[in-house]
């Protein structure tokens, strides 16, 4: 194994020791399915993919769907930027991209501003995204201000 490999695979998973529970506190924990507040059927930490109301999950199953859509996230971010970033703005972004997927993250201004390579700008849009079919929720206020303070860390 290369020293580069070896380096990118130590950067994975410093990235992942910080996301995990940064999402996670974000999330929050519940394996019973639930609508979320916008009437989404959601369980674990935040997973919507084929949830279904009364279902319920281990906390290992959680666990593992929170590891895998990091993980998930982190591709998504690779796929669609080249500029360099810190473990800190990779964990950032990754959050949002947890959070409201792949397409909006895709069309986002904050994504034109990273591949300009204006990283401090790109953070700085992560406050706009506090809505949630149009209602500003206050937990989004709140982990999109720790998204952009960890970003530009």
Aim: proline fraction near 5%.
């Amino acid at each position: 194994m290369s020293f580069r490999t070896k380096a990118i695979g130590a950067g994975v998973g410093a990235a992942m020791a910080i996301a995990v529970p940064f999402i996670a506190v974000h999330e929050g924990f519940r394996p019973a399915a639930y609508l979320d507040p916008v009437g989404i059927p959601t369980i674990c930490y935040g997973h919507t993919a084929g949830v279904v109301i009364g279902q319920v999950k281990t906390k290992a199953e959680c666990d593992l769907l929170l590891a895998l859509e990091i993980e998930d996230g982190f591709a998504i971010l690779d796929r669609y930027t080249d500029t360099p970033l810190t473990t800190e703005q990779r964990v950032a972004f990754a959050s949002f991209i947890y959070n409201v997927g792949e397409g909006s993250f895709r069309r986002s201004t904050m994504l034109k501003k990273l591949n300009a390579g204006d990283v401090t700008g790109a953070c700085n849009e992560l406050p706009r995204w506090v809505y949630a079919k149009g209602k500003k929720l206050p937990g989004l206020v709140k982990r999109r201000d720790a998204e952009k303070e960890l970003c530009l860390k």
